[in-house]
C-alpha cells in the first residue's frame, strides 16, 4: 500500500505543476507559468501530509478526496481577492507548521480500552 501511495502523491505533484503551469500560460508569460508551477508543487506537497495524516487516522479515501478537492478549490477562490490572497499566503504555511507540530498525536477512542 505505501508504494501504492507514494505512486499517487507522486503523479498528483506531477498533475499539479502541470496544472499551475498551463493556468500560468493561460493567464500570462512565462513567469506567471513559473508561479504557477511553484504553487502547484507547493500545494501539492502540503496536502499530501495533511492527506497521508488522515489516512493514517482512518479516514476513508473518498471522503478525504471530496474535503481535500474542496479546500482546494475554495483556497484558489480566496486568492483571486486581492487582499485577501495575500493573508493566504501569509497563513496557510503558518497553518500548515502547526499541523505538522501535531502529527504525533493520534486519538486513542476505544481502543485505549482494548486489552492486548
Known amino acids: 500500500m505505501l508504494t501504492r501511495t507514494r505512486a499517487a502523491l507522486a503523479a498528483a505533484l506531477v498533475l499539479a505543476v ?3 503551469v498551463a493556468v500560468g500560460f493561460a493567464l500570462g508569460q512565462w513567469d506567471e507559468a513559473v508561479g504557477g508551477g511553484v504553487g502547484g508543487a507547493l500545494g501539492s506537497i502540503g496536502a499530501a501530509q495533511l492527506v497521508s495524516g488522515t489516512l493514517r487516522r ?12 474542496l479546500a482546494a478549490v475554495l ?7 486581492p487582499v485577501a490572497g495575500y493573508l493566504e499566503a501569509t497563513l496557510v504555511p503558518a497553518l500548515a507548521a502547526r499541523l505538522r507540530g501535531r502529527a504525533g498525536e493520534r486519538y486513542a477512542g476505544l481502543r485505549s480500552l482494548a486489552k492486548d
Open 58 to 69: 482512518g479516514g476513508s479515501r473518498f471522503g478525504t478526496a471530496i474535503f481535500i478537492t
Open 18 to 20: 502541470a496544472a499551475g
Open 75 to 81: 483556497i484558489a477562490a480566496v486568492a483571486w481577492i
